[in-house]
């Protein structure tokens, strides 16, 4: 089932830097007014100021559970036309297990695991019943390729991941059940050049091109957008579980 996006009413959260603004921007073109959610005030700022009256901003700090609770209860309120949800904040830290102090880890991991997974499964629940309200509505999430196999300097971050599409794979089955107008997509996204990725990694595409990829996707209703590079893992992956584990490692 196709989705046309102009005329939408997406929230992004992390809307307002790396993938994420490109992903606002590209919808912002496509004639979608976009709620972003960030935890920079500035750059939320900047948004509004420079899309008046197409982005609307919402600080919050989703590696809060009570932010994004207050968030949920402020976004059902406020903004009911909201028919497009896309999953895309995300934190990522390496971490050597038997470098760090296991506070300092512990600290770490509870972060990612708050923002990458806890985030998103409240932000999801609480809005689903506003999107199921809509004649067509999409819920799209961004994982990696390290959903599929963990890499070993990114131990939790490869787990929140994993989960994510876990999460997001069973999200499809309940809706084609009872609310099939709302899409559900995973979208597995390969190194993109942006902050996450400063300094490592190679082949990189851009963020721009990642949003592309993403949104084209979107309007085609696919269940998994395999993005850039992921597609070749993809594959890999099918043929051999073990070698793709060993190239992600
Ligand atoms: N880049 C890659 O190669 C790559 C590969 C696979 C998957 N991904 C996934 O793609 C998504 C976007 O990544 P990116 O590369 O664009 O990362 P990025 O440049 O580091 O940007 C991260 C985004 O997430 C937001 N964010 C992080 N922690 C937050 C928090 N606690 N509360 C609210 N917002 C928070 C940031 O908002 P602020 O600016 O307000 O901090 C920012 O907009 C993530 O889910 C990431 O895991 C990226």
């Not at 009872?178 to 490592?200: C, K, N, W």
């Amino acid at each position: 089932m196709s989705l046309s996006l102009n005329g939408r009413t997406a929230l992004v959260t992390g809307g307002a830097r790396g993938i994420g603004l490109e992903l606002t921007r590209q919808l912002l073109a496509r004639g979608c007014r976009v709620i972003v959610v960030g935890q920079n005030q500035t750059r939320l700022a900047t948004l509004e100021r420079d899309f008046p009256g197409a982005v609307i901003s919402r600080r919050a700090d989703l590696s809060s559970p009570a932010e994004v609770d207050a968030l949920v209860v402020d976004l059902v309120r406020d903004h009911p036309a909201i028919d497009i949800l896309i999953n895309n904040a995300g934190v990522q830290r390496e971490m050597d297990l038997f470098a760090l102090p296991p506070t300092q880890a512990t600290a770490f991991a509870r972060q990612e695991i708050a923002t990458n997974l806890d985030a998103i499964v409240a932000l999801t629940l609480g809005l689903l019943p506003v999107l199921a309200r809509h004649e067509r509505a999409a819920i799209v999430t961004i994982t990696s390729g390290l959903a599929i196999a963990p890499k070993a300097a990114s131990p939790v971050y490869g787990a929140t991941k994993a989960a994510a599409r876990s999460f997001t794979r069973a999200l499809r089955y309940q809706c084609s059940r009872a609310a099939p107008q709302v899409r559900v997509s995973e979208a597995i996204m390969s190194l993109v050049a942006t902050d996450m990725t400063a300094g490592r990694g190679s082949g990189k595409i851009t963020p721009a091109q990642a949003a592309a990829a993403v949104l084209a996707g979107l309007e085609r209703g696919q269940a998994e957008i395999w993005v850039g590079k992921a597609k070749l893992l993809r594959l890999v992956n099918r043929l051999s579980p073990a070698f793709a584990a060993r190239l992600l490692r």
